[in-house]
């Protein structure tokens, strides 16, 4: 008999990281999204892991299930990978509550396990419906994934699922966090601990829930982005990354940033503040010469693609790498899963492009170098 996987895709995921919103949670977000052309994208961004999952198919017998259309159907189909559709959306576009009926629909048509895209928000729709005896897989397709469920990459979340199909595998318990939404897009923000699910055990392909960092290296860290900031150059774009060590480096550079958010600084002027992807391209017109600054997630390590969308493939593509600037404290960096940076700006060539050996301020005069992977 072969086993089952269920295959789940929030199409409204991410929609609102490159244009500055912070999330994608609620009708009136969305609303927003769209008024600002943002690109709903999350099918796009999670065919790697099916494409995976298809090459996988003469290895392994499994069958895939599937809720209709762009919850999952649609994506299936353009990576050429045969699936079941035993669940539909109450409505058009879909809910949370669609999210849950179509793991129940899942785990009642015999999946063991279930591949979902989305964000930190979906990983707790789907965790409302299956608890904590499922195991589950997340595609990073959200702004926020702080959440230990989640895969690297979406093409290492169908790794995942893949090795899961081929015989017994290993899980544990990881936590599910989230952030108010609207308490982010108003520069305030402490993760939430919403309970545990069950995934499957892969250090290399899993990433590691976000941690709060302790005070230590705090001094370190204030020399580092002091040290920074004195050495920004006159008609140079400098767009800052979201975060506490972003928003100390903003100080030092005389504005107040927005923490939460990207900012682009100019002269020692605020040129923007919580800048969407269009926003920094506009000003990388007018200011060719430019830097990237930003700080490490905690224990969790990506340094693109988890809550700075804003700073995206495009952006990138238009900095040099060697115009990026990394500040973290030590502390921080030896608390990172096997030492491991990585980025999932979901432009594969660009993450291959920044990978590779990455130096880090961790103090005045103080580096570390550290090697940075897709």
Known sequence: ?????????????????????????GAQTVAQA????????????????????????????FEVVTAAGAMGEDACRAAGLPARVVASPAGSPSAPADTAAACRAFVAHGATLILFAGGDGTARDVAAAVG??????????????????FALTAARAGEVAAQCMQGPFDVQPV?????????????????????????????????SSKAQMPGSGR??????????????????????????????????????GTMLGVDAVVN???????????????????????????????????????????ISARVLQRVPRQRIEVVASVHKLLSLVDGRLFVDTG????????AGPLRIRTGANRSMVMRLTS
């Open 347 to 354: 432009n594969g060539d660009m993450d291959r492009a920044l």
């Open 1 to 25: 008999m072969p086993i089952c996987i269920g295959v789940v895709i929030n199409p409204l995921a991410g929609v609102g990281g490159a244009v500055g919103l912070k999330g994608s949670d």
């Open 34 to 61: 769209r008024a600002r052309q943002a690109s709903f994208n999350a099918g796009e961004r999670a065919l790697p892991a099916l494409l995976r999952l298809r090459a996988a198919a003469g290895r392994a017998d």
């Open 175 to 207: 936590e599910l966090l989230d952030i108010d939404e609207a308490e982010l897009r108003a520069d305030r923000s402490s993760s939430r601990l919403h309970g545990h699910v069950l995934a499957p055990v892969d250090r290399t392909r899993m990433q």
């Open 268 to 310: 020692g002027r605020l040129a923007a503040a919580d800048a969407s992807e269009a926003t920094l391209l506009a000003l990388l017109d007018e200011w060719p010469s430019a830097s990237i600054m930003v700080g490490v997630i905690g224990r969790q390590g990506c340094l693109f693609g988890r809550g700075n969308q804003p």
């Open 132 to 149: 904590t005896a499922f195991p589950v897989i997340g595609i990073p397709c959200g702004v926020k994934m702080y959440s230990g469920v």
């Open 219 to 256: 001094a370190d860290i204030d020399a580092a982005c002091r040290q920074l900031a004195a050495q920004c150059q006159r008609d140079t774009l400098y767009i800052v990354g979201p975060g506490t060590t972003m928003a100390t480096l903003c100080e030092h550079m005389g504005v107040r």
